[in-house]
């Protein structure tokens, strides 16, 4: 009952920037956390950055000081700003929201991925 849609993924060079959007939608009453994992080949999938609705954030290690996340509460949309892009953050990026649908019930969902390339 919840879509996310994610766009901006590609290939860059290292050291180069990319930006990530999920918008999501359906019968949502509010979203409570949005958030950004991401799954390299061969490994298993990991939490990025996370934002909640009052916008406190929590980022990974290997990103931080990197990766930026922000979120738009009207449009129900998230964003990753990544720079500084190494070869170890090649992987899918997947977007996930938690919140409360319209019906009072609480969902999870997720995005089908979008792909980041880091390579010269």
């Known amino acids: 009952q919840v879509q996310l849609v994610e766009s901006g993924g590609g290939l860059v060079q290292p050291g180069g920037s990319l930006r990530l959007s999920c918008a999501a939608s359906?019968?949502?009453?509010?979203?409570?956390?949005m958030g950004w994992y991401r799954q390299a080949p061969g490994k298993s999938r990991e939490l990025v950055a996370v934002?909640?609705?009052?916008?406190?954030?929590n980022y990974v290690d290997s990103v931080k000081g990197r990766f930026t996340i922000s979120r738009d509460n009207a449009k129900n949309t998230v964003y990753l700003q990544m720079n500084r892009l190494n070869a170890e953050d090649t992987a899918v990026y997947y977007c996930?929201?938690?919140?409360?649908?319209?019906?009072?019930?609480?969902?999870?969902?997720w995005g089908q991925g979008t792909q980041a390339t880091v390579s010269s």
């Open positions: 996930n929201a938690k919140g409360l649908l319209a019906t009072m019930r609480l969902f999870e969902s």
């Open positions: 359906g019968s949502i009453l509010s979203i409570n956390a």
């Open positions: 934002i909640t609705k009052g916008g406190s954030t």
